[in-house]
């Protein structure tokens, strides 16, 4: 973002680095943490994901404010760049949640004015100008941590941001403190609900009175979904913007909430998948939320669209079900993938638990935790217990701990700066000696015809389980271990469709189906 030489990353490169970095410790500890808790952890992973120089934001930029709301839907952070520039930049993050929650969870039945950006005739959907009050109102929790303060740079902001401050008196006061030239300029980001709030915030920003060192406004957004009316989206475009782009995938669901979700009912294009008359009916009650309301996108007519030919997929997601779809979705709208088609580096992935071994026991127990991205720093949950007793092998891909108490079938969960590990089903812990959660995590292989052996991989398989192919039973079934089976494919029912899950039933137990047991029938 500074005079741009052959190497230098693009304005979209570094503000989607910046607006994905804002998703830094979204969630919060499962056996709890204080709201003061998780900002001090947000705050150490924002710092060490702005110091990393590999990504496109070069390790210049440097946390200055940071601020969550009291329900921790929303985080906002300030960060300068230290090059010389005399830039901020001001991220935002959105409610973190799948993308079809985060549609249907956005109020657009109701709209309200939105005179905070200095326009009286605006309108926004009451759900993003709700989202948009918690940050405008957010105030940090703590002040910045003095060792953090950038010191002895040219330009840098003489001034430490105190507990309990807003954004723009922040802001104010870091504007304050640097030289007037070159102009300063404040970059206003967001990712999907983030950008959407990012629309807004900018003109709320723009309209401010700044006492000294008036900057100039830049506006980009990634995969927003649509603020407001028409009304809105001209206002927006009308602001003399130092920069304003819009970023879209052209296969991402969520920047076309609310004015398109027809178009998505023909997706995905070759390979798949294809949208179920399931995810159709989905998408149509999702659209009917807004009810006779005509959201327009601001700069509607020149976003920045890139996957127009739909090169960037996620191939174990290709199938023809309302699973795989919605997993499509979902990959589709992520920051990795939008880093990814950007050509930008992907900022690091937060922990992850792909196996515990074993899954069932009870206190005291020894237990292998096994997935990627734990530290020295990590602590561990059993459900909302906290483990004391564990230790981090230092490849960061394996946790041996004692099992704590607790009761019924927990989660194992693991807790870094960076973020917390999705609670997946081959990470569940079943107390007083199970039954082991069942559950069923690759069929392989994961195609072929009626007759086809076919090996079951997962957990809490026993002696007498029984493997169904949809509705049908397979005939011949070997347990090998508590973690395989092995199947004769049964012939398809001509009323069943050709990808089908797999499921396993132990006793009443019966796994849960999702894009990981998928079998299709070939022919």
Not at 318 to 340: C, E, I, P, R
Not at 425 to 454: C, H, I, M, W
Request: proline content about 8%; some cysteine.
């Amino acid at each position: 973002m500074t005079t741009a030489t052959q190497s230098d990353p693009t304005p979209a490169q570094v503000t989607m680095t910046l607006a994905a970095i804002a998703a830094t410790a979204a969630t919060p500890r499962p056996s709890g943490e204080t709201l003061q808790e998780q900002a001090l952890r947000a705050m150490r992973g924002v710092t060490a994901q702005l110091n990393d120089s590999t990504l496109a934001t070069r390790g210049t930029w440097q946390l200055m404010w940071l601020a969550l709301s009291p329900d921790n839907a929303n985080l906002a952070y300030v960060a300068w760049n230290s090059d010389g520039s005399n830039q901020f930049a001001v991220a935002v993050r959105g409610t973190i949640d799948n993308p079809t929650d985060l549609m249907e969870d956005l109020d657009v039945g109701t709209v309200v004015p939105f005179t905070a950006g200095g326009s009286r005739d605006a309108a926004v959907s009451a759900g993003a100008m709700a989202a948009f009050t918690q940050v405008a109102t957010a105030r940090s929790i703590t002040a910045m941590p003095v060792e953090q303060v950038p010191k002895g740079r040219p330009g840098s902001p003489d001034v430490v941001i105190p507990s309990g401050a807003t954004l723009t008196q922040a802001l104010a006061a870091l504007l304050a403190s640097v030289p007037s030239k070159p102009q300063p300029t404040v970059y206003v980001t967001g990712h999907s609900l983030g950008g959407c709030i990012a629309t807004m915030l900018a003109t709320y920003l723009q309209a401010q009175t700044w006492a000294a060192n008036k900057p100039q406004f830049a506006l980009v957004t990634f995969a927003a979904p649509t603020a407001g009316l028409k009304n809105f989206a001209d206002y927006v475009d009308s602001r003399p913007w130092g920069l304003n782009e819009r970023h879209v995938n052209a296969y991402d669901l969520v920047p076309r909430a609310w004015s398109d979700l027809t178009t998505p009912k023909g997706w995905y294009p070759a390979p798949g998948p294809s949208a179920t008359e399931e995810v159709k009916l989905l998408l149509t009650a999702i659209d009917q939320l807004r009810k006779d309301h005509v959201y327009v996108q601001p700069s509607a007519k020149n976003p920045s669209t890139v996957n127009a030919d739909y090169s960037v997929y996620d191939k174990e997601l290709v199938n023809k079900t309302t699973s795989d779809f919605l997993g499509q979705v979902a990959f589709q709208h992520a920051n990795s993938t939008y880093l990814t088609l950007l050509g930008a580096p992907v900022v690091p992935a937060g922990p992850v638990v792909t196996a515990v071994q074993p899954t069932a026991g009870q206190r005291g127990t020894p237990v292998t935790v096994t997935g990627s991205g734990f530290d020295a720093d990590s602590v561990l949950d059993f459900g909302p217990i906290p483990c004391a007793d564990f230790t981090v092998d230092p490849s960061g891909r394996q946790i041996t701990a004692v099992a704590p108490d607790g009761t019924g079938i927990v989660g194992v969960r693991v807790t870094t700066m960076l973020g917390t590990s999705p609670a997946v089903p081959l990470g569940q812990f079943a107390y007083d000696n199970g039954p082991a959660p069942v559950v069923v995590s690759e069929v392989a292989p994961r195609s072929g015809k009626a007759g086809t052996q076919v090996t079951i991989t997962g957990s809490g398989f026993a002696p007498g389980a029984a493997v169904r192919f949809k509705d049908t039973t397979a005939a011949s079934v070997a347990v090998v271990s508590p973690t395989v089976i092995t199947a004769t494919v049964p012939s398809r029912l001509l009323a069943d469709p050709k990808t089908v899950d797999v499921t396993v039933t132990v006793g009443v137990a019966t796994s849960p189906t999702g894009s990981a047991d998928e079998f299709t029938y070939a022919g």
